[in-house]
């Protein structure tokens, strides 16, 4: 079985296996946990309202703001950069449509009618360009400032391989350049393998458990009266 | 008729002449992709080269690869290889039919031991020790290793003598396999396709009467003057492509406009052939320009890849009951673990 | 096939086809460039029109700035070939074409005569010997 094939077939079976069984495995396992029973009086009824930590937790307080303005700034242009590439680029959509067709039980463009826009190969690749910029600009904030390389580990640095390799594989693959077309291909496919395997077990979990730690959070602050 | 004197001579006595096999030549180093000036070499070497003799066996094949070679009303650029070799021995073209036609392989085998040129078509069949095809009771298998003993090279012509084509596909009943699996010590050039573009077939035999040597390969043994690009690479859709114009259904409004297949299955990225810039039927058209995706038809196992329809990018991944399984571990898991959490936290509390 | 032709076909933008892609112009520097070769070392010279991209606006007003000359000969082998003089003396346009009417290929050549014209030597050999036959046994009809 050759690089690409294998790349498409069992290799993404199985990462995808193991990206299924381990987000659910650390998600349910942190829901099911126990919460000592807060016997203090309540001051708001209504500690829903606090789920809206979750929005403002998306920007800095005001205090810490101006202090890390930079790898704030760098944070959102990677983050959102990153989402655009994967979301807005018909090759990348065509493999998540399929990837969600046995949950909707088809494809899901077909079955309502609207179709997800996307852009042409040449924009995807500026921004890609754009990304990869910021993710080393970050990674050489992390070694260059002491307190930080202090507190990184292995998830840190391991976290950013597996997420800056698909970026740099992808363009490598869309160029042309450096290996025969299906070899690329095939490292980029490989490459976002082995960020579904790490998914679970780093601190990239932080793309879901952000929403449930805010949440929470948000909840226990609005149920004893403080400031969000 | 020496049918062993020189190509010079065999086509004067054809009555095909010099203009002509300037043309022929001028045409064929066109395709190519040789400078022109080539041609009145390539005239030269091959008027002087000795007439082959050259013997096709076909396997377990369709016959496809033998139409795309001979399916002409008149002489053409591709069929006109056959003035050129002595075909001494085709299953299929032969009027001889039975003991005749094998006493005439056996001949020229033993006339020419070591200096033919062994052409052969369709997968091997290796399953029940090669009874699933047989030529005359004698398996495709011991023909094939008798054959090549004798051969100065082999040409695999098709994807299934190539790579192991349609038999080959998964389950593979039959045992198929390529040629290049079964010869391991005489040099094998793959002309692979389903069917292979016939000027292919005809420049790489030209190739080898001009210079008496194999056509440079690629790593997967086929000569990289036909097979060095992909159909991506060379397609006249690819300004679609590049702008993000793709048909999203036949006959839709985008399809009716010429726009790039990528979304309708086309394997055009990770295929090599020759189809965008020679095309088929002397350069009529080729799948695309009909409105059909490329099929990946000259790459191993192309039948195995997922399907002809789904995108390049969709996965061949096994579907989504493993992964409902996998989940419905990972909710087990998670439990169990949170219960053991649980647990704890209760002890931590008694003792307390 | 006049069939294909009998289906309804609707082509809502049509794609322009007036478009030069600018790969004209350096043909005619280069075949200047085949001239100045031939008048100083006798060398002749081809450019094979199918080896670049070339749209049909680009051929079109390479046919019309090479223009006609005063010799057009047909060649019947394989197939109608056609080689026309162009309006520059010693730059012939050839073009062949298979039985079937299709573009088998296409060149530009410099040179003071197309060598695909020309009779070689042992052509004219074979063909006095022919001739000579004919004239001398009435009977020998041997080609």
């Keep these: ?228 | ?352 | 096939m006049s069939g294909l032709r009998d289906i309804g076909v609707k082509v809502v933008e049509p794609p322009a086809s007036d478009a030069r892609s600018g790969n004209a112009e350096p043909l005619l520097h280069e075949i200047a460039t085949l001239l100045d070769a031939l008048l100083a070392g006798g060398r002749a010279g081809s450019i094979d029109l199918r080896s670049l991209p070339l749209t049909p606006a680009d051929r079109d007003y390479l046919r019309e700035r090479l223009g006609e000359g005063e010799v057009r000969a047909e060649l019947h082998a394989l197939g109608p070939s056609e080689v026309r003089e162009t309006a520059y003396r010693g730059v012939w346009w050839v073009t062949h074409r298979n039985a079937a009417g299709e573009l088998c290929a296409e060149l530009i050549e410099v040179t003071p005569w197309p060598a695909i014209l020309q009779a070689e030597r042992e052509e004219i050999e074979d063909a006095v010997q022919r001739l000579r036959a004919q004239l001398g046994d009435g009977a020998a009809w041997k080609a």
């Design chain 1, 1 to 228: 079985m050759d690089l690409l094939s294998f790349a498409r077939g069992p290799a993404l079976q199985y990462a995808l296996i193991v990206f299924v069984f381990g987000v659910l495995w650390r998600l349910i396992g942190v829901f099911l946990l126990a919460t000592k029973p807060d016997y203090s009086e309540p001051r708001n009824r209504a500690s829903w309202k606090g789920l809206r930590l979750i929005a403002l937790r998306f920007w800095p307080r005001r205090e810490f703001a101006a202090r890390n303005a930079a790898t704030h700034a760098l944070g959102y242009v990677f983050h959102v950069g990153f989402f655009v590439v994967l979301l807005f680029y018909l090759p990348h959509l065509l493999f998540l449509e399929d990837l969600f067709k046995p949950l909707f039980g088809g494809n899901l463009v077909q079955l309502t009618g609207m179709s997800w826009p996307y852009v042409s190969g040449g924009v995807i690749m500026m921004t890609g360009a754009v990304t990869v910029a910021a993710l080393v600009a970050l990674l050489v904030h992390r070694i260059a400032s002491p307190v930080k390389r202090l507190i990184s580990n292995f998830d840190d640095y391991f976290s950013w391989l597996v997420t800056t390799a698909p970026l740099v594989t992808g363009m490598l693959a869309f160029a042309h350049l450096g290996a025969p077309y299906q070899t690329l291909l095939s490292v980029h496919i490989l490459s976002v393998e082995l960020l579904l395997v790490w998914f679970p077990f780093g601190k990239l979990m932080h793309s879901f458990t952000i929403f449930v730690v805010r949440g929470v959070t948000g909840m226990s602050f609005e149920r004893k009266g403080a400031a969000l």
């Design chain 2, 1 to 352: 008729m020496d049918l062993h004197g020189t190509v010079g001579e065999a086509l004067k006595q054809q009555g095909i002449s010099r203009r002509a096999f300037l043309k022929f030549c001028t045409a064929l180093a066109s395709m190519m992709a040789l400078p022109p000036q080539a041609a009145a070499a390539m005239a030269q070497a091959l008027a002087k080269a000795r007439r082959p003799s050259v013997i096709w066996l076909p396997f377990q094949e369709c016959t496809g690869c033998t139409e795309s070679l001979t399916r002409s009303n008149s002489p053409t650029v591709e069929n006109m290889i056959f003035n050129m070799i002595s075909l001494d021995y085709h299953e299929t073209l032969f009027a001889a039919a039975g003991d005749a036609a094998e006493a005439a392989r056996e001949k020229a085998m033993k006339d020419n031991f070591g200096k033919y040129l062994l052409l052969v078509d369709g997968s091997v069949a290796t399953g029940l020790d090669g009874a699933y095809s047989c030529i005359g009771g004698v398996s495709n298998v011991q023909m094939l290793e008798e054959a090549a003993k004798g051969a100065a090279a082999i040409v695999a012509i098709g994807t299934c003598a190539a790579f192991g084509g349609l038999p080959k596909a998964s389950p593979n009943p039959t045992g198929a396999a390529p040629v290049a699996a079964l010869v391991r010590d005489k040099p094998v050039i793959n002309v692979s396709g389903c069917p292979p573009i016939p000027v292919v077939i005809t420049g790489v035999l030209v190739h080898y009467l001009t210079f008496g040597s194999l056509p440079e390969l690629d790593e997967l043994g086929r000569p990289k003057a036909f097979y060095g690009e992909t159909i991506h690479d060379r397609c006249y859709r690819r300004p679609f492509y590049d702008q993000g114009k793709f048909a999203k259904t036949f006959d839709d409004h985008g399809a009716r406009n010429g726009w790039c297949l990528y979304e309708l299955g086309c394997k055009g990225p990770v295929t090599y052939n020759a189809c965008a810039t020679l095309k088929w039927n002397g350069g009529t058209s080729f799948p695309i320009e009909s409105g059909h995706g490329c099929l990946g038809c000259s790459e191993p196992d192309f039948w195995d890849k997922g399907g002809f329809y789904k995108a390049l990018p969709t996965g061949n991944w096994g579907g989504g009951k493993t992964l409902a399984a996998a989940a419905a571990a990972g909710v087990a898991i998670g439990a169990a673990a949170a219960a053991l959490a649980r647990k704890r936290q209760a002890d931590i509390a008694k003792e307390k």
